[in-house]
């Protein structure tokens, strides 16, 4: 595994602990957010080192997948795919009181457990 790889995900593994404070504090959609940019660095250190190339500055998880011609088992992929989703509504909310609404605790803690999943699996496929 190339150095720059290991840098990807320890900031995956970063930010996933980040995800943890900001459940911890309360702040449940800002811990989507980072589950999701923790997975987003973490295949972003895959893309580098099955493509030998810098991954491009894209917050699409789904993309990244395709452009590794990766297809993740289902519930994985399923995840994935609703985490991607994710992105936008926790990255530029529309109204704060209906993203509260939607990443209440239990949802951000569900969240982060999956995205934890996520990070073996993509681990492993390294």
């Known amino acids: 595994m190339t150095d720059k790889t290991r840098e990807w995900l320890k900031q995956a593994?970063?930010?996933?602990?980040?995800?943890?404070?900001?459940?911890?504090?309360?702040r449940?959609?800002?811990?989507?957010?980072m589950c999701h940019l923790a997975?987003?660095?973490?295949?972003?250190?895959?893309?580098?080192?099955?493509?030998?190339?810098?991954?491009?500055?894209?917050?699409?998880?789904?993309?990244?997948l395709n452009e590794m011609a990766i297809r993740p088992p289902g519930e994985i992929g399923r995840f994935i795919v609703r985490l991607n989703e994710a992105n936008?509504?926790?990255?530029?909310?529309?109204?704060?009181?209906?993203?509260?609404?939607?990443?209440?605790?239990e949802a951000a803690r569900e969240i982060l457990s999956k995205a934890k999943e996520v990070l073996r699996w993509i681990s492993d496929l390294l």
């Open 88 to 105: 936008i509504a926790t990255r530029h909310p529309e109204s704060l009181e209906k993203v509260k609404a939607a990443y209440t605790g």
């Open 28 to 33: 449940y959609f800002y811990a989507v957010f």
């Open 39 to 64: 997975v987003e660095k973490a295949l972003k250190g895959c893309y580098y080192e099955k493509l030998g190339r810098v991954p491009p500055k894209v917050h699409n998880l789904v993309y990244l």
């Open 13 to 26: 593994v970063y930010d996933a602990e980040t995800a943890e404070y900001m459940i911890a504090g309360g």
